[in-house]
Nanobody
Framework: QVQLVESGGGLVQPGGSLRLSCAAS????????MGWYRQAPGKQRELVAG???????KNVDSVKGRFTISRDNAKNTVYLQMNSLKPEDTAVYYC??????????????????????WGQGTQVTVSS
């Protein structure tokens, strides 16, 4: 089975940058989509950015031009580079691999529901 571990969160001033990492243990060979989600207090979880095995990416409008998702297949790691951070970016950020992001990215397969993994989350706080 796949386990996901997020890291890189923390406290940063507005306008600052953070780089989140999601390291996957176990094989992700059959997973064709991974993504970053965030959930702020009192808010629903939302997709921030997703990436497919083919390299296609998608970002929520609020982070376009500021956040970049990337994937290093050799290291089984997905990154989220966050620049020009704003207080409204404050949330717990979760890494997802499999079904949830595959659905969002439009790359569902007949076996997609067999794979849907989540990390435990990493806190990002943007404040002065």
């Amino acid at each position: 089975q796949v386990q996901l571990v997020e890291s890189g969160g923390g406290l940063v001033q507005p306008g600052g940058s953070l780089r989140l990492s999601c390291a996957a243990s176990g094989s992700i060979f059959s997973i064709n989509a991974m993504g970053w989600y965030r959930q702020a207090p009192g808010k629903q979880r939302e997709l921030v950015a997703g990436i497919t095995s083919g390299g296609s990416t998608k970002n929520v409008d609020s982070v376009k031009g500021r956040f970049t998702i990337s994937r290093d297949n050799a290291k089984n790691t997905v990154y989220l580079q966050m620049n020009s951070l704003k207080p409204e970016d404050t949330a717990v950020y979760y890494c997802n691999a499999g079904y949830t992001t595959a659905q969002a990215m439009g790359v569902l397969t007949r076996r997609s529901k067999e794979y849907d993994y989540w990390g435990q989350g990493t806190q990002v706080t943007v404040s002065s």
